[in-house]
């Protein structure tokens, strides 16, 4: 009996000696991984339609094949097409044989035959940035939302039967800014085609 005590206290510091080995070690927090830079996803024959907060359609991506890199969040898109309405009801389109696209559809980087065409906002038109405008070259930046567009490469601009080519363009819709800079050089229509397009 006069053991015992001796004999619990062995116990006890073997039953916890025991439990020491036993509990898990935590393990040592692990850097995080850094964002893949091959697609995360790939879809064939899409189409993606944007709204805008009233629940009126506003941006409409199309494409052969669409690849998302989570890295930079980038898309990047097969023989595109992006459709736009404005608030005004105006239609704008793009088409290119490749893109990249911000994921909000906000912004996209034509690249290949691109072409953005901003239709009349009504046949009768005469103010000159009211009428049909098209933009061909093989790059081209859409801003979507902000209704720009701009280019550092050869650009051609077809408005009518005019065409008007350029080393670069601006052009902002919002603050009713056209520019071809960098040996700029046109092709107007005959006086009397010109006339009966304006009439």
Do not use: C, K, N
């Not at 736009?84 to 911000?102: I, K, N, P, Y």
């Amino acid at each position: 009996m006069a053991s015992l005590p001796v004999l619990l206290m062995a116990l006890l510091a073997a039953f916890t000696y025991w439990l020491v080995r036993s509990t898990p070690v935590p393990e040592a927090p692990r850097e995080a991984a850094a964002p893949r830079s091959d697609p995360d996803y790939v879809m064939q024959g899409f189409s993606v339609q944007h709204y805008s907060e009233a629940g009126l359609p506003g941006v409409r991506l199309e494409g052969r094949e669409m690849r998302h890199y989570p890295d930079t969040d980038r898309i990047e898109i097969d023989d595109v097409r992006v459709r736009h309405t404005d608030e005004q009801g105006r239609l704008s389109v793009a088409t290119a044989r490749q893109a990249q696209a911000e994921g909000d559809g906000s912004e996209v980087r034509l690249v290949g035959q691109a072409v953005v065409v901003r239709e009349a906002l009504s046949p009768d038109a005469t103010d000159p940035l009211a009428q049909r405008l098209e933009f061909r070259s093989e790059f081209l930046h859409f801003f979507v939302d902000d209704q720009r567009v701009e280019s550092d490469q050869p650009v051609t601009l077809v408005q009518g039967g005019a065409q008007i080519r350029g080393q670069a363009l601006r052009y902002d819709h919002s603050r009713r800014v056209l520019e071809l800079t960098g040996g700029v050089q046109g092709e107007l229509p005959p006086a009397g085609r010109r006339a009966a397009a304006s009439s």
